[in-house]
């Protein structure tokens, strides 16, 4: 009999508490729900209070560097808060597919700049509205030093990553495989000094190093909040990026639906007018709410929203491209040009402007985008008959371009053309290079107006290739400008060859056909 009874009585204490467990100690109607949060969600910890008081439900929040690059742990959480689900939604599908998700306000990646780099870079725009193409040209020649968070684990910067790579595709749509095909950010990657793993981190970072670094590219707020806390040698500028920033909306993710009810009531509270207003003042975000009337700081209008890419393998390839930030190699170009007695008068007039638009003459975004940059090893070839003449700088200023463009500048004229040994001889460059620096990033561009009739047949250049080391035979791609009169047969077939490919130039269009290729390997 006692024990008959017991049994219910022991089902009935186990039930009160596991109730109890997760209503709260003491039996009061607290709801606690754990909550997987970005550390940039760590700011709203004032209001947590406030919330259990009028709702009665208590958000732990676990704040993980890699929350928004990882799978929530269903298992482990029942909400996750993030400010971006973007990344997750793409990459791991599974992850939070059919989750109920919640916005709950709003921050544009943008970019703070000195203000004596500010003024240097609106004077030299027309309009003075700067676009992501005149901060990664200022990056390029060394005249913006940026911090930015590591974008494989910061939803801030890998934001910042696809917001500038768009504008660089300049396409207006969310980024193609093909618009990343060729890497088109070495430039403007080239100026970033700081980073760290998280925006928070980033911040800190930029305040204990303001001499090597003139600029940071992060969400609004934070820069907003780092203006204010008087941590500054000199206050940035805000910069949104005429082209388009890429808005990030701290969505609140339902994990566990056991536990809707209590979610509804978070999420309602979040979204009060008076709420948004409270958030708005302690995170210097803006309210999702459009009858909410914004502090002034936050008045100025962000432009256009760029899209996220919805393709995985459009990330994947960024993330490559990018690599660590803190471990930058060098990259090399040999650039192999035709200097044969065909190439006098207007196609030469073609080379050397192309050269000089590489060289920062041209002002279109395009150009921004693909000019030589500081840090970049480059190699010119004069070819004829035989070599003509080879120079190699790497780029620290101005000077280096200059020598660069003398070289392509004067020269004296072969009077054949030996395609396939200039080709030849790019490849032992380039083994020599990679002898000496194996992590090097090392292309070969081919620029010829004619077909091969001195040196070395095609064949013979086939067979020394397949000789050459592996890691110089697959490291090293050949880009190949068909011009004029030259074999597109022979030159489409060994850029394929070797893992590269050829571009058709029309005499007017050569700088076009240089810009297509820059950032290839």
Not at 366 to 378: C, I, V, W, Y
């Amino acid at each position: 009999m006692r024990r008959g009874w017991g049994l219910p009585a022991l089902c009935l204490a186990l039930v009160a508490g596991l109730l109890t467990a997760c209503s709260g100690d003491g039996g009061d109607d607290t709801v606690r729900l754990r909550v997987l949060a970005g550390p940039d969600l760590a700011v709203l910890a004032p209001l947590l209070g406030e919330l259990k008081d009028e709702t009665g439900v208590d958000l732990r929040l676990d704040h993980r560097a890699d929350a928004e690059t990882k799978a929530p742990d269903r298992g482990r959480y029942d909400l996750a808060w993030l400010s971006s689900d973007s990344y997750l939604r793409l990459t791991d599908k599974n992850a939070i597919r059919g989750l109920q998700r919640t916005p709950t306000m709003t921050s544009p990646v943008v970019i703070g700049l000195k203000p004596d780099v500010a003024r240097r870079l609106r004077a030299q725009v027309p309009g003075s509205r700067l676009s992501w193409a005149d901060i990664a040209d200022a990056a390029a020649t060394g005249t913006v030093r940026f911090g930015m968070a590591d974008p494989r684990h910061a939803g801030s910067g890998l934001a910042a990553l696809v917001g500038v790579a768009t504008a660089a595709a300049g396409t207006g749509a969310a980024l193609r495989p093909e618009d990343v095909s060729c890497d088109r950010l070495r430039g403007f990657r080239s100026g970033q000094t700081l980073t760290a793993d998280t925006g928070p981190a980033l911040a800190d970072a930029y305040v204990d190093h303001q001499d090597e670094a003139n600029a940071l590219i992060t969400y609004e707020s934070d820069l907003l909040a780092l203006n204010a806390t008087g941590r500054l040698d000199e206050r940035l500028e805000i910069i949104r990026p005429q082209d388009g920033t890429v808005l990030a909306d701290f969505p609140l993710l339902l994990l566990n639906p056991a536990h809707r009810p209590a979610y509804d009531k978070v999420t309602q509270w979040l979204r009060r007018d008076s709420v948004q207003r409270q958030i708005m003042r302690h995170t210097l975000r803006r309210p999702v709410n459009t009858t909410v009337t914004r502090e002034a700081r936050l008045r100025e209008p962000v432009g256009n929203a760029l899209f996220y890419p919805d393709r995985p393998v459009v990330l994947d390839t960024l993330l490559a491209d990018y690599g660590d930030p803190d471990r930058r190699t060098t990259s090399q170009v040999v650039f192999l040009l035709d200097f044969s007695g065909s190439m006098r008068g207007a196609r030469m007039a073609a080379l050397r402007e192309a050269f000089a638009g590489l060289s920062g003459a041209d002002p279109t975004a395009s150009g921004k985008f693909t000019r030589f940059h500081r840090g970049e090893r480059l190699t010119v070839v004069r070819f004829g008959g035989r070599v003509l003449g080879e120079k190699t700088v790497t780029v620290t200023g101005p000077k280096d371009l200059t020598a660069l463009a003398g070289t392509v500048a004067r020269g004296s004229y072969g009077d054949a053309t030996a395609v396939w040994s200039a080709l030849d001889h790019g490849y032992r460059t380039a083994a020599r290079e990679l002898s000496a620096d194996p992590d090097r990033s090392v292309s070969l561009v081919l620029m010829t107006d004619g077909e091969n009739n001195a040196g070395l047949p095609y064949a013979e250049f086939v067979r020394r290739h397949q000789a050459l080391p592996a890691a110089v035979r697959t490291a090293v791609h050949t880009y190949a400008v068909h011009f004029g009169e030259a074999d597109a047969g022979e030159l489409r077939s060994a850029a394929a060859r070797t893992g590269g490919r050829m571009v058709e130039a029309a005499d007017s269009s050569l700088s076009e056909a240089f810009k297509e290729i820059r950032g290839c390997h």
